[in-house]
């Protein structure tokens, strides 16, 4: 190395924790957009009639929901995500209800 390159510090609100930072993972893959579920998958659940539609739901109705009990996200095959923007989050969401709106 000829030339010292001083290290640059990126301030980012959509990062949690720093060691993504650090570690070059910031290259714009596509992130779960809900603001409830917080990037973590949650299937479904239909044995409570009388549950919330976070509960019952989950992610259902997410563009990267994968029936067979994760995300699509966690495939890290970003590319077919790409144009799903506003739409990486459950359908119940995307209708505008409330975690805690009742399922049934």
């Not at 000829?2 to 609100?13: C, G, N």
């Not at 596509?30 to 579920?37: A, G, R």
């Not at 479904?44 to 029936?67: A, H, I, M, P, Q």
């Amino acid at each position: 190395m000829k030339k010292y390159m001083r290290p640059e510090v990126a301030i980012s609100e959509d990062i949690n924790e720093g060691v993504f930072a650090a570690s070059g993972d910031a290259q714009g893959h596509p992130k779960c957009e809900s603001k409830y579920m917080n990037g973590v998958f949650q299937n479904t659940n239909y044995t409570s009639s009388d549950g919330t539609v976070k509960e019952t739901f989950g992610c259902l109705g997410c563009n990267c929901y994968r029936g067979a009990g994760y995300c699509g996200l966690e495939e890290y095959q970003y590319g077919s995500y790409d144009e799903d923007n506003g739409k990486r989050k459950p359908g119940w969401e995307q209708e505008g209800k409330q975690p805690h709106d009742r399922a049934w």
